[in-house]
């Protein structure tokens, strides 16, 4: 999808690019982030932005500061959750006003947004290959990223492909964990992961509906 706007915005640790895709008439925004060696580009983000889109919800794609200055290793975690507060705070009276928020990403971006999500205000998250230990480290409970995760508040889903080497989450309350053919890159079933968020995407709209005064 080619976007209708592209801003880029000044945070304490560089230039974050946004890419903005606006819905007609839409009930929420999405903010999603991409994953650490990749792009906004990613077909996972890009399936999720054109099914959002189709829902009703305004999509925002962030590329963090180290993508945009061409660095492929990742910033470390408060150095990308500061850019990403940032960002969402500069957005508030733009493309964000007036709208309930909606947040996410794929892989370290759905870390991002995990880490987050209450900081910011999100009603909703959503994990694409959310990576939950380092491959080949399932076993080991420190490299366990799962209290991220549980540390959400608001509604989660989590996209997981079924042989994805860095895990899968186990479904809680308040979380719902769909498994997709494929692995880590999602790649393998696109029919399923729009299905997926599309339906989510539903029922956060419903949620929001009855919530709201």
């Known amino acids: ?31 999603l982030g991409h994953g650490a060696g990749g792009g906004t580009r990613a077909p996972d983000l890009q399936a999720a932005t054109a099914t959002a889109v189709g829902a009703g919800v305004s999509v925002v794609l962030t590329e963090q500061p180290y993508r945009v200055a061409g660095r492929r290793a990742p910033a470390p975690a ?24 909606l947040t996410g990403g794929r892989s370290s971006g759905a870390r991002v947004a995990c880490r987050t999500a209450d900081d910011v205000g999100a009603c909703g998250v959503l994990c694409l290959a959310f990576p939950v230990h380092p491959p080949g480290k399932g076993d080991d409970p420190s490299k366990s990223r799962l209290p991220e995760l549980a540390g959400v508040t608001a509604a989660t889903l989590v996209v997981q492909g079924e042989r994805d080497p860095f895990g899968m989450p186990p479904d809680a309350p308040g979380r719902t964990v769909v498994q997709l053919r494929g692995d880590h890159s999602l790649k393998g079933d696109m029919p399923g992961l729009r299905a997926a968020v599309g339906d989510w995407l539903n029922l956060r709209r419903e949620a929001i509906r009855l919530d709201a005064p």
């Not at 592209?6 to 230039?15: K, P, S, W």
């Open 1 to 31: 999808m080619d976007p209708a706007d592209v801003l880029e915005i000044a945070t304490t640790h560089g230039l974050a690019r946004l890419h903005h895709h606006p819905a007609p008439d839409p009930w929420a925004t999405l903010v």
């Open 78 to 101: 408060n150095q990308l959750d500061t850019a990403w507060r940032e960002v969402l705070a500069a957005l508030r009276d733009g493309w964000l006003a007036g709208l309930p928020l």
